[in-house]
């Protein structure tokens, strides 16, 4: 994690070396992402990498950390969801989060793929962040929509959890790469008001009804 000397340098020149770290880690895998490109773009000194983080891996958990703190702050900027919806209004809340976290963040996005759906270099450290973040929360829903009755009692929790995670986590990239492949000028209209994230979520959400709504 960081040392106090990061956390203690300015403001803009923090953010800066994270950006840099960013964009380095999500245009490369992590064995060929350079540190040195790293140094080399926030015009810093290399050694000076590792009075703000112990390694190069240390680095990397805590662009991942940084990335679920994003997109918990992105859910706070976003429409609530219908207080009267219920599991499945909810869940459809949640993949367009990710759908606009996509957009709003694409090197996060990329980088976070990268980690636990793509390359995922550390299985052990992404396993854990899965267990304590996304893992655990899908699970949490799926028994109360057992407990509420919205979720069939047939529903195994542990394969329907891991159904939805691994489409929380793919779900932006697949709309961006329909987006792109259409050539959709998404600065005409806004991500929320364009139909087409709409649809696809929509024809999600029926296929996961479908197959666990009680």
């Known amino acids: 994690m960081p040392t106090d000397t990061f ?7 923090r953010d800066r070396i994270l950006e840099v770290c960013i964009t380095e880690f999500a245009a490369h895998p992590y064995d060929a992402a350079s540190l ?10 290399k050694g000076s990498l590792y009075q703000y983080f112990e390694n190069k891996k240390d680095l990397y958990q805590h662009l991942i950390e940084l990335s679920t703190e994003k997109r918990g702050a992105l859910m706070k900027t976003l429409p609530a969801p219908d207080p009267d919806s219920d ?11 990710a ?5 709003q963040h694409p ?5 976070t793929y990268r980690a636990f759906v793509d390359e995922v270099p550390f299985p052990e450290m992404t396993e854990e962040l899965r267990r ?14 057992l407990l509420h009755g919205s979720v069939a009692p047939n529903v195994d929790t542990d394969v329907a959890a891991f159904l939805l995670e691994s489409a929380y986590y793919q779900v932006g990239k697949y709309v961006r790469e329909r ?17 087409t994230p709409h649809q696809i979520l929509d024809n999600l959400m029926e296929i996961l009804t479908r197959g666990m709504q009680n």
């Open 132 to 145: 304590r973040g996304t893992t655990q929360f899908f699970k949490q829903l799926l028994s109360q929509g």
């Open 87 to 97: 599991l499945f209004g909810y869940l459809r809340w949640l993949f367009l989060s």
């Open 36 to 45: 040195s490109n790293i140094a080399r773009q926030a015009e810093i000194a």
């Open 179 to 195: 987006l792109d492949a259409k050539e959709y000028a998404l600065g005409e209209k806004t991500l929320l008001e364009s139909e």
């Open 99 to 103: 759908v606009v976290f996509e957009f």
């Open 107 to 111: 090197s996060l996005a990329r980088l």
């Open 7 to 13: 956390h203690n340098l300015p403001n803009e020149k």
